[in-house]
């Protein structure tokens, strides 16, 4: 009976989801375990190497000093906890036969192990042909590679192919978001055109939280090809206008915006701003430039902004009058930011949630030649902010986003206090 299988369906999902969690929380545990204890393993083992050494007074040169304070390392697992070992050397120093204490297992500056989804997005984006995938991942992975062919590879394509397009058909969690980034991303491989890029769009909902909403190619970031995306994201669930959005100076964006979110205010990205002013002075100004540029942002009021805006025109239009014009075009815009919370500056000044996730692959090159279809691209980027999503932080004071919500009017960052009715 169809009733009576529904019925049965739901206690074995949850009992499946239930051991699934348990298993998850053991093999995290585990690695948190055996993680610490081959950090203690190491360290012992570089002590043992220099017990002979000696230092003034004649004592060991090399000795335990205590553990470093715990610290989250994200693994394939999930994240563990970790005290490393900290060792003194002081007392070596300046002797020849003594190398410092350096972990292979956890670098200092470590606090993510790569996980087979982020390195295969990174290599494919590369141009990695399926057949290197198994060498490379093993450089990457370790022992945890083994027995990937490229036979393995090629299904896990597969499926995440699948993944990104049942992601990109499904509803958002939300008819409305406070702040939503735009950007375009022109990538080095295997796209339908040359001029192709890849549109990108995060949103941050009223609680503070940053989801990603589109991935998909456009022509040269065009007003059709914005407007595509957009009418797709309103389709799938963001009904109203958010409240802010932040692009770059790219002019498809903006000529796309009005037509589906009309009410929203604009922000361009200071950080692809000051690229472009910079890229149109010479090298022996660009130092003092790009620190007037900061004094312009970073101003506490708008009206300081405004008088640091106009102190970078003076100094530089007559001589360099194309960077000077590239900023005041887009005046009005760059400094939007002042009308919401200060605590939020720091978010919506610029694109840097999307910049930051292509950090390890550098897109904007010569495009790559080679086997691959649009679909595994597009795959393998959404596959990558997927990985860079497990590490997005709620926008500061979260709480003040429900004064955003309301239309509350906010003048330097400060709230306005309304007078009572």
């Known amino acids: 009976m169809p009733g009576t299988n529904s019925t049965t369906e739901r206690p074995q999902e949850a009992m499946v989801a239930a051991i699934q969690g348990t298993i998850e929380e053991i093999a995290r545990v585990g690695a948190q375990r055996l993680l610490q204890r081959a950090l203690e393993v190491e360290v012992e083992e570089h002590l043992a190497r220099y017990e002979e050494l000696r230092g003034e007074g004649g004592r060991q040169a090399v000795v335990r000093n205590g553990h470093a304070p715990e610290r989250t390392v994200y693994t394939g697992v999930g994240p563990v906890n ?5 060792v003194d050397e002081r007392a070596a120093k300046g002797s020849e036969d003594h190398e ?6 956890l670098p200092r500056f470590l606090r993510r192990t790569p996980t087979l989804a982020g390195a295969l997005a990174v290599l494919y984006l590369k141009g990695i042909s399926t057949n290197d995938f198994p060498t490379a991942l093993s450089a990457i992975l370790g022992e945890s590679a083994k027995g990937l062919s490229a036979s393995t590879i090629t299904r896990l394509k597969s499926v995440w192919e699948q993944e990104y397009d049942q992601w990109r058909r499904q509803p958002l969690g939300s008819q ?4 939503v980034w735009a950007d375009g991303v022109y990538c080095n491989v295997r796209l339908d055109d040359e001029r192709s890029c890849i549109l990108v769009a995060i949103g941050a909902n009223f609680q503070g939280e940053k989801q990603l909403l589109a991935v998909q190619d456009g022509y040269r970031e065009s007003k059709e090809s914005w407007k595509e995306l957009l009418l797709d994201v309103k389709h799938r669930g963001l009904r109203l206008d958010p409240r802010l959005i932040i692009g770059d100076g790219g002019l498809g964006l903006w000529a796309a915006l009005p037509e589906v979110y009309p009410s929203s205010k604009h922000q361009r990205c ?3 701003k000051t690229m472009n002013v910079l890229d149109k002075l010479p090298s022996s100004v660009q130092g003092r430039a790009k620190a007037m540029l900061h004094d312009i942002y970073l101003a506490e009021t708008k009206r300081n902004a405004e008088a640091a805006f106009d102190h970078f025109i003076e100094t530089f239009t007559v001589k360099f009058p194309k960077a000077t014009e590239c900023l005041t075009k ?6 939007a930011f002042y009308a919401f919370p200060a605590e939020h500056w720091q978010h919506i000044r610029s694109t840097n949630v999307i910049e930051s996730v292509f950090a390890t692959v550098r897109l904007r090159t010569k ?3 080679g086997c691959g279809t649009r679909i595994a691209t597009l795959t393998m980027v959404f596959k990558l902010i997927e990985e860079a999503a497990k590490t997005w932080r709620r926008i500061d004071a979260s709480e003040k986003l429900h004064l955003v919500q309301k239309g509350r ?3 330097d960052g ?4 309304e007078p009572a009715a």
């Open 82 to 86: 970790i005290r490393r070992p900290r």
């Open 100 to 105: 410092p204490f350096s972990s292979g297992i």
């Open 176 to 179: 409305e978001y406070a702040y």
């Open 270 to 272: 200071w950080v692809h």
């Open 330 to 335: 887009d005046r009005e815009e760059l400094l």
């Open 367 to 369: 495009k790559t030649k």
């Open 409 to 411: 009017r906010f003048i």
């Open 414 to 417: 400060e709230l306005v206090e």
